[in-house]
């Protein structure tokens, strides 16, 4: 396929402008998921207006002697092995093999990427009991204090990939199967601020309630307390979303369950300023309200939720829904479904590969508080022989498809017409992004 043919397919599935010039390094975090151990207290989330901890840290699935942070961290290093060939001349001869496996281009557009890890290691790795009170501390999500430095603020997981202002963030974790569920992997989406204000209006009773059942995610929802329907796992997240409270059957607070101000819990521009946490305590009328009739979106981080980035990232886009952040998360697992069996014939037999499943959706934080297109996978299910033997003895072939997979969102590929699952080819427009309103969307998240 000619180039000029690619840049008409990009421009349809993405929305594509011309292609501009990236940084002379392109920034990408690779984020293996959790990292810590599990902990008979809570230890993550820590809320500046309660003091405390507000719940347990997510230390990832265990199947066995096998653990999801450890087989994710491996993944993603391997990742950025791959990736970091195009930093030298003699390395993008290498990086360009890969390519080839997908692609009959006869060139390839030159890009180098700068890559950094939210963390390299898991707690194992530092020497401290399960029993020290800080074990935790390098791999938790939100900023936290510090008892060793006078209970200074350090930065945890998001504040630290926002740091890095990076184009892309490759979060890798391996699900749980119940049941008869035969596994497979899938993208991990959070919605924007048009879907939780329109659920914040079916409880208000300004909308109907069957509005939510026309969203493309409805029946996508991930259930978030036993007993509660998709619909009121969505009801419960936007309250989550809005005021830092997870929801009762009867759409009033459930004070039991705070999750915090959580765009305040991190260190970026859109924070309140000082002095919020006394507002907050009060939850009175205005962005700190429990109600959602007294509830209004006031400050920097509302605005920039309902920014046309926040809209470009999270709804619409070239899938339909989920925005680019779904449109980059189906691409790389394209990218493997076509790439591991290419390189792994017996992966190529009918079954041998677990699909491409439905996306989870739910309010996570990493998609939210991110100012970055993020691939969020879900890439097996540890508890599933196929998808965990997949993982575990292909992870080389799997991490080649993938750097393969980022190159593409950035610069595009004429994909060989192979396979039973292929990949669009066609890269983002990260132009619009660079160009956004206030300037670069991914700089300015810490100016």
């Not at 990009?10 to 293996?32: K, Q, R, T, Y």
């Not at 902990?39 to 199947?63: A, E, N």
């Not at 339909?320 to 037999?349: C, K, T, W």
Request: glycine letters at 8%; hydrophobic letters at 35%; aromatic letters at 14%.
């Amino acid at each position: 396929m000619h180039r000029p043919i690619v840049f008409f397919l990009a421009s349809f599935f993405a929305g594509c402008l011309p292609l501009f010039a990236f940084p002379d390094e392109i920034p990408v975090v690779m984020d293996p998921g959790h990292g810590g151990a599990i902990v008979p207290r809570k230890d993550d989330k820590w809320d500046p207006v309660t003091r405390q901890y507000l719940d347990f840290y997510l230390s990832g699935m265990m199947y066995n002697q096998y653990t999801e942070q450890e087989i994710v961290l491996d993944l993603s290093k391997k990742v950025r092995k791959y990736l970091e060939l195009t930093r030298s001349d003699d390395g993008w001869l290498e990086f360009e093999k890969i390519l080839r496996l997908f692609s009959d281009q006869k060139d390839f557009e030159r890009v180098r990427f700068k890559i950094d890890m939210a963390r390299e290691d898991g707690w194992q790795n530092r020497g401290k009991p399960v029993t020290d009170p800080e074990v935790n501390a390098p791999y938790r999500m939100y900023d936290y204090p510090n008892p060793a430095r006078d209970m200074r603020m350090e930065m945890g997981r998001v504040s630290y990939i926002n740091s890095k202002q990076p184009y892309l963030v490759l979060a890798l974790h391996l699900n749980p199967a119940e049941g008869t569920n035969p596994g497979g992997m899938g993208a991990v989406l959070s919605p924007g601020y048009p879907t939780f204000d329109l659920l914040r209006r079916i409880t208000l009773g300004q909308a109907p309630a069957d509005a939510f059942y026309k969203l493309p995610w409805a029946d996508k929802w991930l259930i978030s307390d036993p007993g509660f329907t998709q619909f009121e796992s969505a009801k419960g997240d936007a309250w989550v979303y809005f005021h830092g409270y997870r929801m009762l059957k009867n759409n009033t607070p459930w004070l039991g369950k705070n999750r915090g101000i959580r765009w305040n819990m991190i260190t970026w521009k859109y924070s309140d300023p000082p002095g919020w946490e006394k507002l907050a305590a009060k939850a009175g009328p205005g962005p700190y309200a429990i109600k959602y009739a007294e509830w209004k979106p006031e400050g920097k981080f509302w605005d920039r939720e309902r920014s046309p980035m926040e809209l470009w990232r999270h709804e619409g886009g070239p899938l339909g829904y989920g925005g680019d952040n779904h449109y980059a998360s189906d691409e790389l697992l394209r990218f493997v479904q076509m790439g591991v069996p290419i390189q792994v014939p017996e992966r190529r037999a009918p079954g041998s590969m677990g699909e491409i499943v439905p996306p989870f959706v739910s309010t996570y934080g990493l998609p939210t508080f991110s100012n970055a297109i993020i691939a969020y996978l879900e890439i097996g299910h540890l508890n599933r022989d196929r998808d965990r033997t997949m993982v575990l003895q292909n992870s080389e072939e799997l991490a080649r498809s993938l750097a393969a997979g980022i190159y593409s969102l950035f610069r595009g590929l004429s994909v060989k017409k192979t396979g039973k699952v292929r990949p669009k080819g066609a890269p983002l427009n990260f132009a619009k992004y660079e160009n956004a309103p206030g300037g670069n969307y991914f700089r300015a998240v810490t100016e």
